[in-house]
């Protein structure tokens, strides 16, 4: 069944629950926008990378249903309906659900909290995922352990045991400067927040200190 086909079929099973008309029960099985929300990605990358912008992306997630769907079933039908993969249909589910109202921002439908931290290094982005890699090098002890990783681009750790994640990315911003951003997710409360905030925080300057006095001194 299309998405078309399968909305339609929503709007109808409602009508006939209801005895709304067809707009009526269309409008209210589409839900109201939240408050502007802006995606951290550009429209242009987005549709790049998956073949749609926001808006489209937004629209067609409506019409299957997404607002009434968990998260993990979101983001596998993205990836097996659209062709997708698994990193990009994951942040298009992300911020689906936070331009719908269905995730707050800075964190996760279950409540728990998301922080993130950033450095521009003058270093290729090669070597600032080696280095990053190399945890031990610039932030000793960190209770990272890596899931998966795609060379020069992103990587994700779980920390600890595990009941939180990291996502890193990598971007180039030409062949001698490139930037780290780190999200921490799933953490439990504010207090939680703003310890891990800071922390990534020190540790992505001493990183940044590591690497560009290493290239002074090359």
């Not at 589409?30 to 790049?48: C, G, K, Q, S, Y």
């Not at 993990?72 to 097996?80: S, V």
């Not at 728990?112 to 890699?133: D, G, I, M």
């Not at 209770?143 to 996502?167: F, H, I, K, M, N």
């Amino acid at each position: 069944m299309t998405t078309q086909q399968s909305f339609k079929h929503r709007v109808r099973a409602r009508m006939q629950k209801t005895g709304e008309s067809y707009t009526a029960a269309r409008a209210n099985l589409i839900p109201d926008p939240a408050p502007a929300h802006e995606p951290r990605i550009a429209d242009e990358r987005v549709r790049e990378r998956t073949g749609r912008g926001w808006s489209e992306w937004f629209a067609v997630l409506d019409e299957w249903g997404a607002a009434d769907r968990p998260h993990p079933e979101i983001a596998a039908w993205i990836r097996t309906e659209h062709g997708v993969s698994g990193w990009w249909a994951q942040g298009v589910t992300v911020e689906y659900e936070k331009a719908r109202g269905l995730r707050p921002i800075g964190g996760d439908r279950d409540g728990t909290l998301n922080v993130s931290a950033s450095k521009t290094v003058a270093v290729p982005v090669e070597r600032l995922f080696e280095a990053f890699a190399d945890v031990e090098s610039w932030a000793p002890g960190t209770p990272l352990r890596e899931r998966t990783s795609q060379p020069g681009r992103s990587a994700r750790y779980d920390w600890g045991d595990g009941s939180t994640r990291v996502l890193v990315t990598f971007t180039a911003k030409g062949d001698a400067k490139s930037t780290v951003a780190v999200s921490h997710e799933r953490l439990p409360d504010g207090e939680a927040a703003d310890r891990i905030r800071a922390y990534w925080r020190e540790r992505l300057a001493v990183l940044k200190n590591v690497l560009e006095e290493d290239g002074q001194h090359s």
